[in-house]
């Protein structure tokens, strides 16, 4: 088998990208490990920035999205029981929408069948050869069989544990990385949202956030300990400890409900420079990875599957690399700006185990700083919503 563009990964990187390209007549096919009701049993954020919309819609994915998405013009912050509101709407002129992850991922899977493009799911063992050649090959086993695909170039859209990025020469490629000394508890639950928009706290008992899916369903999380497990938070433990951090105002509207989901997730910051090797490009998770706490996983995923399609296009378009030779230099600035934020909301936002009395006055001075001046809401307003690209 010949295409133009092997993608590796059907995760929302490796599908939009694969609508993009679709949509300007580049032939690809996703080859993914995992069953496609794996890919969409799994819970991820929720938070979509404008530009992210704007890429669904030209990748003809986003009419469920405008139908039932929940369009959001601020957040709410907790911090020693007052809540302050941030209005993106007013500060920059900008909302979000709320709409789960897994919904685009099914939506965009959907499009995907639409046009008849080729996505092989339980693809295992897929390894990348020849990267630096202008014939790439893609190996992978299906049913127990070895196939082979040549292509000109591979996406890997794999995710942060996938092959692409281990498939890079070690000495070609310098790893940035931090973990953070906790985890996010996350509770799924049928019951209405607390507040119509997302409410952040910052307690003394720790981080706690009040997200939502729809009018009916609700997102939950608050920070544990990394040596913690699910087994350990039975839902009323959960609920009584999550009314425990918020107001009286969100205590008296929330809704404890049989959970559907829970699970643990650890927070970390990571990105791999460049993002780039031969004719391997790498977008999304598979090239980095951003704490929650500011929302831009997914965001960020996007941005470089919109530079990473403009390059691809103009490579086909008009035989011209340039856009490709300057990939991982333009995804890379932004990222860098999103790690920044989302880096500095988790730091705001949790209580650090070790972190000194000076440590705990320096955060609480940032958030009054934040609460008081119209400049700095801006500042997160901006990042919170979307820089350009
Ligand atoms: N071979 C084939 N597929 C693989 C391999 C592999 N070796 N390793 C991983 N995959 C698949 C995973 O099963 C997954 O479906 O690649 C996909 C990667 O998807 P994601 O992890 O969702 O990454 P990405 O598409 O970049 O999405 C960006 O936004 O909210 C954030 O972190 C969140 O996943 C989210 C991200
Ligand atoms: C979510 O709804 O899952 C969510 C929302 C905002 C975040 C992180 C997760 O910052």
Known sequence: MRVQVVIVGSGPSGLLLGQLLARAGIETVILEQKSQDYVLGRIRAGVIEQGAVRLLEEAGAAGRLHREGLVHDGTEIIFRGQRHRIDFKRLVGKVVTVYGQTEITRDLMDAREAIGATTIYEATDVSLHDLTSDQPTVRYVKDGVTHSVSCDYVAGCDGFHGVSRRSIPEELIQNFERVYPFGW???LVDQPPLSHELVYVNHERGFALCSMRSPTRSRYYLQCRLDEHVEDWPDDKFYEELSRR?????????KPGVSIEKSIAPLRSF???PMRYGNLFLAGDAAHIVPPTGAKGLNLAA???FY????????????????????????????????RFSWWMTSLLHRFPESSGFDQRIQAAELDYLFSSEA???ALAENYVGLPY
């Open 308 to 339: 990473l399609s403009q390059a691809l296009v103009e490579r086909y378009r008009k035989g011209s690399t340039k856009g490709l030779d300057g990939y991982a230099e333009k995804a890379l600035a932004r990222v860098w700006k999103a790690e």
């Open 271 to 273: 990105v791999a420079e």
């Open 376 to 378: 700095a809401q801006t």
């Open 185 to 187: 508890l996350g509770v």
């Open 303 to 305: 941005s470089d599957v």
């Open 246 to 254: 918020v107001d009286p105002a969100a205590r008296a509207n929330l």
